[in-house]
């Protein structure tokens, strides 16, 4: 039986900040200040003056200047690497009072997969809880551009608690071949935005059931590769169908949460959500899970979801090599 942590009390709010590295990160900061992510504080990190002020975030911090004069790090991730360094100041006092940050970037180009390693490093130094959310090109962006992706991405991984890699390509298998580009980069912000959200909202929103900080840094610190899956599901059986899609999410392809040290469990519905489809969803996730693997379960409260369950699931501790 896997060790089930329910938290019935309101923890002082964390803070957490997320912010999105390069171009791809700026994106996904954008489509989340757009779809109203609640309780977070956005900051975007740039090399391109431009991109930079469309990203809506209430900090902007342009990295490199002396590097790069403004005009992006041209897909080098070493440029991308020194501008960071160069603004590790400001970075610094950008992160300062957080107690949680995730940093959001697409892997492949020059920023993103440069200074992406120098905030997390920057980030745990300073002891906040560093979670990051990357995404590995799609095909159709080339051989070259994966190469850099997965290099950028191992060196991620040293300087992270907690790293979630969602492999585009296998959006489009979910998406459809017909799918246009548009419709596959949407898609991607969606499930950056699912990652962070799923996470902060059991934070910082009330629900039936809160989960304190202090579970989350648990199941979140010093675990290195992490999956996430979202299942939706409306009628008599929801709970467990929305369980069993968020588990067998083509995201989570390949991945054994049977091997998961820390699984953290984001239940949102409305208020017909009742004990016993708790209980089902808690049983569903346990019949996945390792005896030992520790299992936090929060629920969130959204008065807009009539007869709908929402299941977020993040694997922590799969400890195997970056796919």
Same mark, same amino acid.
């Given at each position: 039986m896997?060790?089930?942590?329910?938290?019935?009390?309101?923890?002082?709010?964390?803070?957490?900040?997320?912010?999105?590295?390069?171009?791809?990160?700026?994106?996904?900061?954008?489509?989340?200040?757009?779809s109203?992510v609640?309780?977070?504080?956005f900051?975007?990190?740039?090399?391109?003056?431009?991109? @930079?002020?469309?990203?809506?975030? %209430? !900090?902007q911090?342009? =990295? +490199?200047? /002396?590097?790069t004069?403004?005009?992006?790090?041209? $897909?080098?991730?070493?440029?991308?690497?020194?501008?960071a360094?160069?603004?590790?100041?400001?970075?610094?006092?950008?992160l300062?009072?957080?107690?949680?940050?995730?940093?959001?970037?697409?892997?492949?180009?020059?920023?993103?997969?440069?200074?992406?390693?120098?905030?997390?490093?920057?980030a745990?130094?300073?002891?906040?809880?560093?979670?990051?959310?990357?995404?590995?090109?799609?095909?159709?962006?080339?051989?070259?551009?994966m190469?850099?992706?997965?290099?950028g991405?191992?060196?991620l991984?040293?300087h992270?608690?907690?790293? @979630?890699?969602?492999?585009?390509? %296998? !959006?489009?298998?979910? =998406? +459809?071949? /017909?799918a246009?580009?548009?419709q596959?980069?949407? $898609?991607?912000?969606?499930?950056?935005?699912?990652?962070?959200?799923?996470?902060?909202?059991?934070i910082?929103?009330?629900?039936?059931?809160?989960?304190?900080?202090?579970?989350?840094?648990?199941v979140?610190?010093?675990?290195?590769l992490?999956?996430?899956?979202?299942?939706?599901?409306?009628?008599?059986?929801?709970?467990?169908?929305?369980?069993?899609?968020?588990?067998?999410?083509?995201?989570?392809?390949?991945?054994?949460?049977?091997?998961?040290?820390?699984?953290?469990?984001n239940?949102t519905?409305?208020?017909?959500?009742?004990?016993?489809?708790?209980?089902?969803?808690?049983?569903?996730?346990?019949?996945?899970?390792?005896?030992?693997?520790?299992?936090?379960?929060?629920t969130?409260?959204?008065?807009?979801?009539?007869?709908?369950?929402?299941?977020t699931?993040v694997?922590?501790g799969?400890?195997?090599?970056?796919a």
């Amino acid at each position: 039986m896997a060790h089930f942590e329910l938290i019935e009390k309101m923890a002082p709010n964390a803070v957490i900040k997320v912010v999105g590295v390069g171009g791809g990160g700026g994106n996904a900061v954008a489509h989340m200040v757009n779809s109203s992510v609640d309780g977070v504080e956005f900051i975007t990190a740039n090399t391109d003056s431009q991109a @930079i002020k469309n990203c809506g975030a %209430k !900090l902007q911090l342009q =990295l +490199g200047t /002396n590097v790069t004069k403004g005009l992006g790090a041209g $897909a080098n991730p070493e440029v991308g690497r020194q501008a960071a360094l160069e603004d590790r100041e400001r970075i610094m006092d950008a992160l300062q009072g957080a107690d949680m940050v995730f940093i959001t970037a697409g892997m492949g180009g020059g920023t993103g997969t440069g200074a992406a390693p120098v905030v997390a490093q920057l980030a745990k130094e300073m002891g906040i809880l560093t979670v990051a959310v990357v995404t590995k090109p799609f095909p159709f962006e080339g051989r070259r551009r994966m190469q850099v992706a997965l290099k950028g991405i191992e060196e991620l991984s040293q300087h992270v608690d907690s790293l @979630i890699t969602i492999p585009n390509e %296998k !959006l489009i298998t979910v =998406l +459809g071949r /017909n799918a246009t580009m548009v419709q596959a980069f949407r $898609a991607a912000n969606d499930v950056l935005q699912g990652a962070v959200q799923g996470i902060a909202d059991l934070i910082v929103r009330p629900g039936l059931i809160n989960v304190d900080f202090a579970d989350v840094r648990t199941v979140m610190s010093e675990m290195g590769l992490a999956m996430m899956g979202t299942g939706t599901a409306r009628g008599d059986d929801r709970a467990q169908a929305a369980a069993e899609a968020a588990i067998q999410n083509p995201l989570l392809d390949d991945v054994n949460l049977a091997g998961a040290n820390g699984i953290l469990v984001n239940i949102t519905a409305g208020p017909d959500f009742t004990m016993s489809e708790f209980d089902e969803i808690g049983r569903t996730i346990d019949g996945f899970a390792s005896e030992d693997a520790t299992v936090v379960v929060g629920t969130v409260l959204d008065p807009d979801m009539q007869d709908e369950v929402r299941v977020t699931v993040v694997a922590t501790g799969l400890n195997r090599a970056v796919a």
